[in-house]
């Protein structure tokens, strides 16, 4: 009676499979199929397997949420610091104001102080020789004329200065001031995500010139280069030359820099620093206050913020740093031994500053000169060596970030991490002569004929 009320369907599906009759008792509340005793318990145990990769993935999933939100408190930290710094800017660039206002009302008080002061001089010394006279009755008469005309002279001077003081003659000028790009004074960047040790290179544009190209510096959307230290050019991200250049005069150009707080380049000689202005038309500015040590010779330059570094092409040499603002010398250094040179220098950020060092010695025999370049990496406020990498084989130093730099060796372009460790290494196939970054993510390279600048998008 009971086979004939069951059909085939409503066989256990498991032992249909394995060819065999037994009939589905127990139902599963997922899949609605009925299965005997004892595959119920396999189909359970199935569900369950399946179940534990997608409980995997949950956990880690969860893993990675507690990261990111660690990530976003120490982000959130970041943001804070970042957040006081601007706050110290605006303090530091007020107080600065300050004092410059302050000094110009000094001008103004002093200079109204020297007038009445000589005024009072010349009537005391007026008033001494009256006396004088009228003590030496003799001399009293004949001189009548000399000392009316003096009297006149000095009511003629007290009268001009009263009406210096209606006039109001004392001027102010704040074109300078007026010319101050407040925009660009301080400016918050969101770091461009590039992975450095997979970077890729695509070019965009290249840019020929008649004659060899010499120096190279850039700023977040020009690149600056002189032709053979007769000319300053012009050009943008793109690879486009502007229509912009001047004649320089000045002599064989060592090292340029940008500085993001004066909104101008800086460039130096052997002997000189100078600024480029870049308005309407680019305007080329020495700056006297800076003067060379014992007739040395400048060598390298970099700049951040208000600071500007110099190292001499000499032996041993001292570091010196100064103000932006009034270009005065705040420090010099002398980290450096007799027997090593600073090649090139470049800020990594506000605390670090990476240095590429040609080291002398002798060999054994004490004849042959060894020459060994050396990386250092040392603390902006003090000099203390924070790394050291020594048998360095690269020269040039190019800031990307995340601790890792740009470096040419031949055709390549390497990438190194803050150990001097290569971490990508890139077959340019021509020799590079210079390279520099445009911004973050736009690379300029100089080839060995010193006529083309190639322009490169960097991506990763």
């Known amino acids: 009676m009971f086979s004939e009320t069951l059909s085939e369907n409503d066989l256990c599906p498991t032992c249909k499979t394995l060819r065999k009759k037994n009939f589905g008792t127990i139902r599963c509340k997922e899949c609605r199929k009925k299965f005997c005793p004892h595959h119920i318990v396999v189909h359970i145990q199935e569900i369950r397997q399946n179940l534990n990769p997608i409980l995997s993935d949950f956990t880690r999933i969860k893993q990675e949420l507690f990261g990111f939100q660690e990530l976003l408190d120490k982000t959130n930290q970041n943001d804070e610091n970042i957040l006081f710094q601007i706050d110290q800017w605006e303090e530091q660039m007020i107080e600065k104001v300050n004092q410059t206002a302050d000094k110009a009302r000094e001008y103004v008080n002093e200079s109204k102080k020297q007038t009445i002061n000589e005024i009072e001089h010349k009537f005391h010394m007026m008033n ?12 009293l008469e004949p001189d009548i004329s000399c000392v009316k005309n003096k009297l006149q002279q000095l009511k003629l001077e007290i009268d001009q200065l009263l009406v210096t003081n209606k006039l109001n003659t004392i001027r102010l000028d704040i074109t300078q001031s007026d010319r101050i790009d407040w925009t660009t004074m301080i400016r918050v960047y969101k770091n461009v995500q590039l992975s450095f040790d997979q970077l890729k290179m695509i070019q965009k544009r290249s840019i020929s010139s008649i004659k060899k190209i010499s120096r190279m ?21 793109i690879g486009t030359q502007k229509q912009m250049m001047i ?55 970099d700049c951040f913020g208000d600071k500007l570094l110099l190292a001499y092409c000499d032996d041993g040499s001292p570091l010196d740093q100064y103000c932006t603002i009034d270009w005065k010398l705040e420090k010099r250094w002398t980290p450096f031994v007799s027997n090593e040179y600073v090649k090139c220098l470049r800020f990594m950020n506000n605390k670090q500053i990476a240095f590429t060092i040609l080291k002398y010695g002798r060999s054994h025999d004490g004849y042959t000169l060894n020459v060994q370049n050396v990386f250092q990496i040392r603390d902006r406020l003090t000099m203390n060596i924070i790394r050291i990498h020594e048998d ?69």
């Open 217 to 237: 510096a850039s700023s977040e959307n020009i690149l600056l280069y002189s032709e053979e230290n007769e000319k300053l050019c012009l050009a943008n991200r």
């Open 392 to 460: 360095f084989k690269f020269m040039n130093l190019i800031i990307l970030s995340n601790n890792r730099y740009l470096t040419l060796q031949r055709d390549n372009l390497l990438v190194i991490d803050e150990n001097g460790i290569i971490k990508r290494n890139m077959t340019y196939g021509k020799k590079i002569k210079y390279a520099v970054i445009i911004g973050k993510d736009c690379l300029v390279i100089k080839t060995d004929n010193d006529h083309t600048l190639e322009f490169y998008d960097l991506s990763s």
């Open 247 to 301: 004649e320089w005069k000045h002599g064989i150009i060592k090292d340029m820099c940008w500085s993001s707080m004066l909104n101008q380049f800086i460039i130096i000689t052997t002997k000189q620093v100078f600024t480029v202005e870049i308005v309407i038309t680019m305007k080329i500015n020495v700056i006297s206050e800076i003067k060379i040590l014992d007739n040395r010779e400048f060598g390298t330059c």
């Open 128 to 139: 001494d020789e009256l006396n004088s006279r009228l003590v030496n009755v003799k001399l």
